[in-house]
Nanobody
């Protein structure tokens, strides 16, 4: 099966930076897109950033100019560099792999368990 494991979350002061990483493991043939979502208690999970295997990116308006998504396709890894963090960025950040083709299983989407990011004012 496929597992996504996030790392890099933590506590940081406003204006600081964090770098999240997500490694997808398993017998993976191909991943179409990898994305980061975030969620705060009582609210819907929202898209933060997406990057396709071809390098196309998409960002939420609230993070444009501050966050950068990157991928290492050969390592099935996606990163999220977060700069100029604000208290409103506080959330659990989830890694999402879309269109994951696993030999013998097919193509599905997968989620990580999330990593907490807390930005203090």
């Amino acid at each position: 099966q496929v597992q996504l494991v996030e790392s890099g979350g933590g506590l940081v002061q406003a204006g600081g930076s964090l770098r999240l990483s997500c490694l997808a493991s398993g017998t993976i043939f191909r991943i179409n897109a990898m994305a980061w979502y975030r969620q705060v208690p009582g609210k819907q999970r929202e898209l933060v950033a997406t990057m396709t295997s071809g390098g196309n990116t998409n960002y939420a308006d609230s993070v444009k100019g501050r966050f950068t998504v990157a991928r290492e396709n050969a390592k099935n890894t996606v990163y999220l560099q977060m700069n100029s963090l604000k208290p409103e960025d506080t959330a659990v950040y989830f890694c999402n792999a879309q269109g994951v083709t696993v030999l013998g299983i097919g193509t599905n989407n997968y989620w990580g368990r999330g990593t907490q990011v807390t930005v203090s004012s």
